[in-house]
C-alpha cells in the first residue's frame, strides 16, 4: 500500500529535522514533488533556500541528498535524522558525477 501524501510529507519532516519545512505537491502528471526548505537560509531577496525535485520515491532521495548536503556546508552543527545518510548521499553524487558524459 503505498504512503499518502501527508504521511510522506510527515516521515520527510521528522528525517529532515527542526530547520526544515517540508511540502509535498503535486505535478500535472500526478507525481510527488518535493520540496524541502530551510528556516533560516535566504537563497535570493526573501526566498527561502530550497531543494525542489519532482519524481516517485527517487524524487524524496535527490531533495534529501540535497538537504543533508546543504545541512553540512552551511549548519555543521545542526542535528537531524536525515544526517545518517550522509554516506549513501554522497556515494549516489559521486555515482552521478562518474556517470554523466565527459566525467
Not at 535527490?62 to 544526517?83: I, S
Amino acid at each position: 500500500m503505498t504512503a499518502s501524501r501527508s504521511a510522506r510529507e510527515k516521515k520527510a519532516a521528522a528525517e529532515a529535522g527542526p530547520l526544515a519545512k517540508v511540502k509535498i505537491d503535486l505535478d500535472a502528471d500526478r507525481q510527488f514533488v518535493y520540496k524541502i526548505s530551510c528556516t533560516t537560509c535566504v537563497a535570493r531577496g526573501t526566498l527561502s533556500w530550497s531543494a525542489y525535485r519532482p519524481g516517485g520515491d527517487n524524487g524524496f532521495m535527490a531533495a534529501m541528498d540535497r538537504w543533508v548536503f546543504h545541512l553540512t556546508e552551511k549548519h555543521p552543527d545542526a542535528e537531524a535524522p536525515c544526517l545518517a545518510y550522509l554516506g549513501a548521499a554522497q556515494q549516489r553524487l559521486h555515482e552521478r558525477r562518474e556517470a554523466a558524459p565527459g566525467a
